[in-house]
């Protein structure tokens, strides 16, 4: 309940919980929180939830439209518990083997199809029987699977090989295990790309070791693509907060959550003109906001934190949704490696009749970015021309740019260490991708720290 006191401020008590951000990592703590019963708020500075995953209505089609394209595995499976528990995990669709389509510069399509074998035996099959690569090329792949195996073993000297280094790039690692350069421009390549969002020449080589050795897995299915069928707000963001407010919970939109220094014990947010007080604070925000919400700057405690946060650079995204007057493609998505765009998403077959667009995505995106709109939708149209015979004739009814400049964090070895989930602020939580917990920036990054957090303060508010 909120106490007037007869001033301008308003003092609410009745949350356990203040979790601010209302991305996948916010949303995921508050309705794990709310599933057990506390009392728990959510405070979202956008008028949208979702944060880096969200949706918006397109002016002139009508359409919700995906800030991006996101892409999740089989392997996530704290996501899928996320879904389930939202009543969303019927909106997923998932590959019960890897399927992936791609065509080369040479305008030549390929299919890499992994057969129901017990990984990582159906992805060597697989690559094995892949008619892109040369049968060297195809066998180089036997080389990788012991530095797997030590990664998914956690214990060192496994037939000889010994963990990747952080200074270590991923083109680093695959030098050092003889990875061909048809290889990693048609497989290794476009899966670093979508994994890390960076290249393969910038990005450090444990975590997309780490993130590989969980794609492949302990069933097919790990491995396989899993799409969502409906525009992200439909996806994700509108059910949890149906869950968290028919749970007891509340979630506000379109005010920031400013957080005084509080040495009481009791932790303190400003949201406008209200303040509400909680034994716990999740803060669900990105690196590149926790300063913000320090009006005052942050603790001495949380100087550290907020310091290193500050210096880690971010990777950009661009997505260009193309409207066409037909259909161009007959498989969901395609892959185009080695240019600017990497991948292509027909929305129609993914979300069905009511959306007609295509997404296609440039990751590691900073030279792309630059660019105006006008140049970068040319580009986009080209591709997407040259790469589909049944594109060249269609006509482009409408076009958007979508520019992400922070999507992500970078990963480049000597960025900032990854804080952990408590501080050393007691009661103060921190979540998202970029907490440390061995992935890229990924969906399944940003669950795992949500509900991670989410354990933690049940066990403080127990």
């Known amino acids: 309940m909120a106490e007037d006191d007869g001033s301008d401020v308003k003092v609410t008590k009745t949350h356990d919980i203040i979790v601010i951000g209302a991305g996948f990592a916010g949303l995921s703590a508050a309705v794990a929180l709310a599933k057990c019963g506390r009392r728990v708020i959510v405070i979202e500075a956008s008028n949208r939830l979702g944060g880096r995953a969200t949706s918006f209505r397109d002016g002139v089609t009508g359409e919700l439209v995906d800030n991006g394209q996101h892409v999740l595995f089989g392997c996530y499976r704290e996501t899928r518990r996320f879904l389930a528990r939202i009543g969303s995990d019927h909106h997923l669709h998932l590959q019960t083997k890897l399927d992936?389509?791609?065509?080369?510069?040479?305008?030549?399509r390929h299919r890499l199809v992994c057969p129901l074998f017990i990984p990582p035996l159906n992805l060597i099959a697989g690559l094995l029987k892949w008619?892109?690569?040369?049968?060297?090329?195809?066998?180089?792949?036997?080389?990788?699977?012991?530095?797997?195996?030590?990664?998914?073993?956690r214990r060192g000297g496994f037939f000889g090989s010994v963990p990747a280094s952080p200074l270590e790039t991923v083109q680093d690692w695959f030098l050092r295990y003889g990875q061909p350069p048809r290889l990693c421009e048609l497989l290794w390549e476009p899966l670093v790309l979508?994994?890390?969002?960076?290249?393969?020449s910038v990005a450090a080589a444990p975590t997309f070791v780490n993130t590989l050795a969980k794609l492949i897995g302990e069933k097919p299915s790990d491995s396989g693509v899993?799409?969502?069928?409906?525009?992200?707000?439909?996806?994700?963001?509108?059910?949890?907060?149906?869950?968290?407010?028919?749970?007891?919970?509340?979630v506000r939109t379109g005010t920031a959550?400013?957080?005084?220094?509080?040495?009481?014990?009791?932790?303190?947010?400003?949201?406008?003109?209200?303040?509400?007080?909680?034994?716990v604070i999740i803060a669900a925000v990105p690196w590149f906001s926790l300063m913000n919400l320090f009006p005052d700057g942050p603790p001495v405690s949380l100087q550290e934190i907020c310091a290193a946060a500050e210096a880690t650079n971010p990777s950009p995204i661009v997505?260009?949704?193309?409207?066409?007057?037909?259909?161009?493609?007959?498989?969901?998505?395609?892959?185009?490696?080695?240019?600017?765009?990497?991948?292509?998403f027909d929305?129609?077959?993914?979300?069905?009749?009511?959306?007609?667009?295509?997404?296609?995505?440039s990751s590691d995106a900073?030279?792309?970015?630059?660019?105006?709109?006008?140049?970068?939708?040319?580009?986009?149209?080209?591709?997407?021309?040259?790469?589909?015979?049944?594109?060249?004739?269609?006509?482009?009814?409408?076009?958007?740019?979508?520019?992400?400049?922070?999507?992500t964090f970078s990963l480049a070895p000597g960025q900032p260490p990854r804080p952990k989930t408590e501080t050393a602020l007691p009661g103060f939580l921190l979540a998202g991708d970029w907490i440390d917990t061995g992935l890229p920036a990924t969906i399944e990054g940003a669950v795992m720290s949500g509900h991670k957090a989410a354990k933690v303060a049940l066990e403080l508010t127990s």
């Open 131 to 153: 008619d892109a690569l040369s049968i060297r090329d195809r066998t180089a792949i036997f080389k990788v699977v012991p530095p797997l195996a030590l990664t998914r073993c």
């Open 100 to 108: 992936i389509s791609s065509i080369d510069v040479d305008g030549c």
């Open 319 to 344: 997505t260009v949704n193309l409207w066409l007057d037909r259909p161009v493609i007959d498989v969901p998505f395609i892959g185009f490696p080695g240019r600017e765009i990497q991948w292509l």
């Open 366 to 407: 900073a030279t792309v970015s630059r660019f105006p709109n006008r140049e970068i939708v040319s580009l986009a149209i080209e591709q997407v021309r040259k790469a589909l015979p049944a594109a060249q004739g269609a006509t482009v009814h409408r076009a958007t740019v979508v520019r992400e400049p922070r999507a």
């Open 226 to 250: 899993a799409l969502p069928t409906r525009p992200l707000e439909e996806f994700y963001t509108r059910p949890a907060r149906n869950f968290i407010e028919s749970h007891g919970g509340e």
């Open 194 to 200: 979508a994994a890390l969002n960076q290249s393969p």
């Open 347 to 361: 929305k129609r077959q993914l979300f069905g009749e009511n959306t007609s667009h295509l997404s296609l995505v």
């Open 257 to 279: 959550g400013l957080v005084p220094v509080n040495n009481a014990g009791v932790h303190e947010v400003a949201v406008g003109r209200d303040r509400f007080l909680a034994p």
